[in-house]
T-cell receptor
Framework: RKEVEQDPGPFNVPEGATVAFNCTYS??????FFWYRQDCRKEPKLLMS???SGNEDGRFTAQLNRASQYISLLIRDSKLSDSATYLC?????????????FGTGTQLKVEL | DGGITQSPKYLFRKEGQNVTLSCEQN?????MYWYRQDPGQGLRLIYY???????QKGDIAEGYSVSREKKESFPLTVTSAQKNPTAFYLC?????????????FGQGTRLTVV
């Protein structure tokens, strides 16, 4: 089983739609979680951190479910500019040190 | 400006030659990472280092080598033993628990071996 798994997509959605991505992780000792965005042929950039209490940043909401070992990202009122690949990242910290493991990414295409 | 710098952006090499990719950061981060990305694929961890003079193999370390002699620098050497070296290479750094652990990336190096 992969350490971090995501549905590769692509998710093709109309502008204004709400779309949700899930990501599962296998190591229960994982300490911190992030969503990154990667545009074509560019480096990944941090979109948001994910906390147990959930967090929201504008149209984006991230949730963590430790019991089921998954994190989610919800994008509301999607824009054309949201088209990108969204990467789930898990950090096995603490005794295991900082080791960032990436999912393969979920591709989102927002269309007119 | 604080950040992480990779050079060069594009690199062409002949098959059988070793090549070293540079990665420098001035964020005072302890941890540094090297990833490889192939077209349409996710990031795969090559090597990572949590502190100076220490590093660990990632998932695809074969054919690569690294050093961490200074906190700011984590160069990656792609050796002739790497069977398929053409790829997009990304370097990242992250802080300790006290500073926050999200990673910041360099702009990447596109290596083409001909």
């Amino acid at each position: 089983r992969k350490e971090v798994e995501q549905d590769p997509g692509p998710f093709n959605v109309p502008e204004g739609a709400t779309v949700a991505f899930n990501c599962t992780y296998s190591n229960s000792a994982s300490q911190s979680f992030f969503w990154y965005r990667q545009d074509c042929r560019k480096e990944p950039k941090l979109l948001m951190s994910v906390y147990s209490s959930g967090n929201e940043d504008g149209r984006f909401t991230a949730q963590l479910n430790r019991a089921s070992q998954y994190i989610s990202l919800l994008i509301r009122d999607s824009k054309l500019s949201d088209s990108a690949t969204y990467l789930c990242v898990v950090n096995i910290g603490g005794g295991g040190g900082n080791k960032l493991t990436f999912g393969t990414g979920t591709q989102l295409k927002v269309e007119l | 400006d604080g950040g992480i710098t990779q050079s060069p952006k594009y690199l062409f090499r002949k098959e059988g030659q070793n090549v070293t990719l540079s990665c420098e950061q001035n964020l005072n981060h302890d941890a540094m990472y090297w990833y490889r990305q192939d077209p349409g694929q996710g990031l795969r961890l090559i090597y990572y280092s949590q502190i100076v003079n220490d590093f660990q193999k990632g998932d695809i370390a074969e054919g690569y080598s690294v050093s961490r002699e200074k906190k700011e620098s984590f160069p990656l050497t792609v050796t002739s033993a790497q069977k398929n070296p053409t790829a997009f290479y990304l370097c990242a750094s992250s802080g300790t628990w006290l500073l926050g652990t999200e990673a910041f990336f360099g702009q990447g190096t596109r290596l083409t071996v001909v």
